[in-house]
């Protein structure tokens, strides 16, 4: 592990202690080149002297918008991420993303992925709106691994950056989707090979610290391809090239104050040699488990904060300088608007951020009210930014000129707010009769490889089809069950009811291939992280304001004991559901909400089904638009969208006939979205329902999110006896019952509900364990039973300790992350509060 960093100003010397932050801000202003010394006052400033350089950030900042064309706005890149490869000869400290080939075998993950694994994630990206396909990977995986090698050479690629090139050309010409590589250190001869198949690269230069390469134990070390040297040569011969070039720095991980300084400087002296530099990125570290530095503090929020300022002093007006917003939490984003960014980077609606699977993406409506909140407007670009869009002859290869101009606007170069074209092979300009030559070998080249293209569905038209408004545009059910799982992976659309049904009803072979091609879909969009929530839950249906007379029961004290208990266990959800008693005061299911609120603050509150919700308004006499609102005046978070078995009437009548009517359910839960709630979603199987029935109810729900965008996850649940327990398939065993229902259901709602979780309490964690690899991503919450009548909580004496949720992880290979009720990261205070 490196060593603990130090207090990072001990470095500054007598000689640059002096120099005055106000001088240099005025010496910037008017355009001087500033010294180490004078950017190191920056990157140092505190106090007083960093109220003035945020003011100057945010100044040149607004008068580079301005300049632009495009005042008061900031930008962010609606992306697909695809993990190329996650083999590489570096050895980072801190990087999560990379395995090795022992570990790809525990995980059954393959060493790249395919040609027809990339293109189910880049359609399903197309369909949500997505325009750039950032394309990660390690570094030269081949020069240390010979999987790799082999890989490659059976699959016939010189290298990865040969495969790195066939894949760019893929995913433009059926998607017309802009690749961003991001491939690590190229050689310029690469760079220009490159250059065809994307409007841009970016490789992050880090720093320019060689202890931190040189010396033993520290986090570079070992890692050749992290060489300052080398990065800054790849930066250079980018420029050299014409390459829009994305880079930056990274704070926190070891570099001193003057190390930041210099790499500062460097990256502005390449901007001045080429003008290539479209963006530079400052990103703040984040410590990850089983690294080396898991136990390394974050980068401190005030310096990293100042060192996006001073860049922004450096690299002046015209320069966008960018923080991933993930990698913050939303609170701080005021901070770092005042330090003068101006970009959002790339956000996925699809794909996790793999190199940081335990920061989710926030939802792009949030940044965009956020960045509202702020001042400013949140407007999409596209990978290259408009100043190189606009001249597209000094910037972009010939071939990239149609692809691009077809999802810019012509007027402001920012991305076009209609769909995306799909597809670009006849828009080649004229003249690239050998480009398009070529691109049609490359595509030839992967299909003689893996024999599918002709199998490939055309990409996908967002809104349309069977599952989105009832009309079939569908496949038959011809076909094996693994061409017809590897349709849907590509595009839940391309299938209609019967070939849901018969994915739904595969046995042996045929659901070992639809497990593991759901589970690929999970692994390439949701990521690798099994997430979990630390909660407490109360059963409503127990209140007695009179006071408890059973160990099920509560009244409005013990509401606020409960939780203010569950807070202090370091719980950040208490979900509450369940009908009040009919001779409690209708007043009661809002009063169980005050109580907890006044007694816990900050716990999320994840209360009252769509039959609660019924119930509370006809009871109160309120429309249904009223009791959500006092719902929230109460202190109401989200809902849960249970209390319904299948939306079926037939079903209902048969296995629950006091659940609400499913007309009145969909109503609600609709309500709700549409009043700001999000919600959870069910399906409860194994009982009197069909297969059909099972497909109808997932098309309903993706048609419910496809309207208010307001789930946020799915949760199969098998029903127990004595009416449940019925497998739709004679013979099938119980554990292939549910392996079916969850790849299905990964598959069917892939890029409409993001989470597919499985009820762990229903299946033990055995059989949860083997669901987490057909699909599942989710273990739903830890239920803590607390220390406060713990009876009250349905499914009380069912705990998931985190450290039992890890070991599962552990097996598995994958992370756990901690996570909000709507999947968000919790912050420091609740994960160490967890007792």
Not at 114 to 120: F, K, T, W
Request: glycine share 8%.
């Amino acid at each position: 592990m490196p060593t603990p960093r130090t207090d990072l100003r001990s470095d500054v010397g007598p000689e640059t202690a002096p120099v005055l932050v106000a001088h240099v801000i005025d010496r910037a202003r008017a355009g001087a080149r500033l010294s180490v010394d004078e950017v190191l006052a920056l990157v140092t400033a505190d106090d007083t002297d960093r109220d003035l350089l945020f003011a100057a950030a945010s100044t040149l900042r607004d008068e580079g918008l301005a300049l632009a064309g495009r005042p008061g706005v900031i930008t962010y890149s609606r992306k697909v991420f695809v993990p190329l490869t996650t083999l590489c000869r570096d050895r980072c400290h801190y990087c999560i993303f990379v395995d090795t080939p022992g570990q790809l075998l525990k995980k059954n993950k393959p060493a790249y992925m395919s040609p027809e694994q990339v293109l189910q994630v880049v359609r399903q990206g197309a369909a949500l709106g997505c325009k750039e396909v950032l394309l990660t990977l390690g570094d030269r995986p081949e020069d240390r691994w010979p999987e790799a090698r082999d890989w490659l050479d059976e699959h016939g690629y010189a290298s990865t950056l040969d495969y790195v090139a066939a894949i760019a050309r893929l995913v433009t010409a059926e998607t017309g989707l802009l690749a961003h590589l991001n491939p690590g250190v190229m050689h310029a001869h690469e760079l220009a090979e490159l250059r065809p198949v994307a409007p841009s690269m970016g490789m992050m230069l880090e720093t320019t610290s060689r202890a931190l390469f040189e010396t033993p134990g520290q986090p570079h070390f070992g890692s050749p391809d992290k060489d300052p040297a080398l990065r800054l040569q790849v930066i250079e011969d980018a420029g050299a090239a014409r390459i829009p070039f994305t880079t930056g720095i990274l704070v926190g991980i070891g570099e001193t104050p003057v190390d930041r300084a210099e790499s500062l400087i460097a990256l502005r002296d390449a901007e001045e040699r080429h003008g290539h530099i479209q963006e530079v990125i400052v990103q703040n570290f984040r410590a990850k488990p089983r690294t080396a530095m898991q136990d390394a503090p974050d980068a401190d929020l005030l310096e990293y904060a100042t060192v996006v300022a001073a860049a922004r002093v450096v690299m002046g007006a015209r320069m966008r300088i960018q923080v991933p917003p993930n990698l913050s939490d939303p609170t701080e984003f005021a901070l770092l608007v005042g330090a003068g960014i101006d970009d959002w980077g790339g956000v996925s609606p699809l794909t996790a951020d793999h190199v940081n699977p335990e920061r989710p993406w926030p939802h792009v409506d949030d940044l965009a009210a956020a960045t509202a909140s702020l001042g400013y407007e949140l407007r999409e670009r596209l990978t290259a930014h408009p100043e190189y869009l606009a001249d597209p002859e000094t910037w972009l290869d010939a071939a990239m000129h149609a692809p691009a101009a077809a999802l810019a606007d012509p007027a402001t170069h920012l991305a076009r707010t209609a769909p995306p074209v799909q597809g670009t092979r006849n828009a080649a300009p004229a003249g690239s009769g050998a480009q398009e030559e070529s691109l049609e070998q490359e595509i030839g080249a992967v299909d003689h490889v893996r024999g599918t293209r002709n199998a490939m569905p055309s990409a996908p038209t967002p809104q349309t089809g069977s599952l989105e408004h009832g009309t079939t545009r569908g496949t038959s059910t011809g076909g094996t069950v693994r061409g017809l799982a590897e349709r849907a992976a590509a595009d839940p659309l391309a299938l209609d009811d019967a070939a849901w049904q018969r994915l739904l009803e595969a046995t042996g072979t045929d659901l070992d291939d639809l497990a593991r091609i759901a589970d690929d879909v999970r692994r390439y969009t949701v990521g690798e992280a099994i997430t979990i929530a630390v909660n407490r839950n109360l059963t409503s249906t127990g209140f007695r304001a009179a006071g408890a007379q059973t160990p099920d029961q509560f009244d409005l004290a013990d509401a606020a004991a409960i939780a203010a208990d569950a807070w202090d266990l370091g719980a950040t959800e208490l979900c509450i559901q369940g009908l009040i008693a009919p001779e409690e005061a209708p007043t009661a299911y809002l009063d169980i909400v005050r109580a907890a609120r006044a007694a816990a603050p900050g716990i999320h509150l994840h209360a009252y089904r769509p039959q609660d919700v019924q119930d509370l308004a006809a009871r109160n006499g309120l429309t249904l638009d009223e009791a959500f609102a006092a719902m929230r005046d109460a202190g109401v978070g989200t809902v849960p969208g249970t209390g319904v078995k299948v939306l079926s009437e037939r079903v209902r009548g048969l296995v629950a006939p006091g659940d609400l009517e499913i007309d009145r359910w969909v109503e609600t839960v609709t309500a709700a979205h549409r009043a700001g709630f999000r919600s959870t979603s069910v399906l409860f199987y194994g009982h009197v329902e069909t297969a059909a029935e099972r497909i109808a109810h997932l098309g309903a729900l993706r048609r419910i999110q496809s309207e208010t965008r307001g789930f946020t996850e799915f949760v199969p649940i098998p029903l127990p006896g004595p009416a449940g327990g019925v497998g739709l398939v004679p013979g099938r065993s119980a554990l292939d019952e549910h392996r079916a229902m969850a790849a299905v259901a990964r598959l069917f709602l892939s890029g409409s509900i993001p989470h597919i979780q499985i009820p762990w309490t229903r299946h033990g964690l055995e059989t949860s364990t083997v669901l987490l690899q057909a699909g599942g991503d989710d273990l739903g919450g830890t239920l803590l039973d607390g220390r406060v009548r713990p009876e009250a909580g349905i499914e009380s004496g069912n705990e998931l300790p985190l450290t039992d949720a890890a070991r599962i992880a552990r097996r598995l290979f994958r992370p756990l992350r901690q996570r909000t009720t709507v999947y968000g990261e919790p912050s420091d205070e609740r994960k160490a509060a967890v007792r």
